[in-house]
């Protein structure tokens, strides 16, 4: 008699477990996730610094009141969208077009993200600080990676100069 194996017959595969596990973390990874709050948060200042034509105190209470009370759930927010287009799963000695293309996919889901949320929630924001700190975010974002994979190829250069 042939036994059933009903009990393994259908398993879920969940890719929940994968998708936030922490374990593969380097200390690189988490200096880039910190690198990313700062980058979030400080994004969209300099947007509305910018907008306001460099003046913190031109800045209205009512707009600096949206962004300093959106700006914790929006640096989570760009954590879980990186962590999604695989930022802190790549090897960023290697980066490349793919990288910037992904970078640039997440930094169009985070301005809609960001747009949505701060107008639902809090108030509209002028158009500029929109458009100003979604460029900021994005142009931050790629150049650390890539000033990350400048650093590795000078340090390995100077490691075989030196050892030749």
Do not use: C
Request: proline share 2%; no cysteine; charged share 20%.
């Amino acid at each position: 008699m042939k036994k059933s194996n009903k009990s393994n017959s259908f398993k879920p595969k969940s890719n929940a477990k994968k998708l936030f596990s922490f374990k593969q973390l380097s200390k690189k990874d988490l200096l880039f996730m910190l690198y990313d709050i700062v980058v979030a948060i400080l994004a969209f200042f300099f947007a509305l610094w910018f907008r306001f034509d460099g003046h913190y105190t031109e800045i209205p209470k009512t707009y600096f009141s949206a962004w300093l009370n959106f700006a914790p759930v929006y640096a989570i927010l760009s954590l879980v969208v990186f962590w999604m287009f695989k930022l802190y799963q790549s090897i960023w000695k290697y980066a490349s077009i793919a990288e910037v293309k992904r970078i640039t996919w997440a930094s169009v889901i985070l301005g809609i993200i960001h747009t949505v949320g701060i107008t639902l929630f809090y108030r509209r924001m002028p158009i500029s600080y929109y458009i100003i700190g979604i460029a900021l975010q994005a142009i931050f974002t790629v150049s650390a990676r890539f000033a990350y994979r400048f650093v590795i190829e000078e340090l390995n250069k100077n490691a075989k100069l030196s050892n030749a």
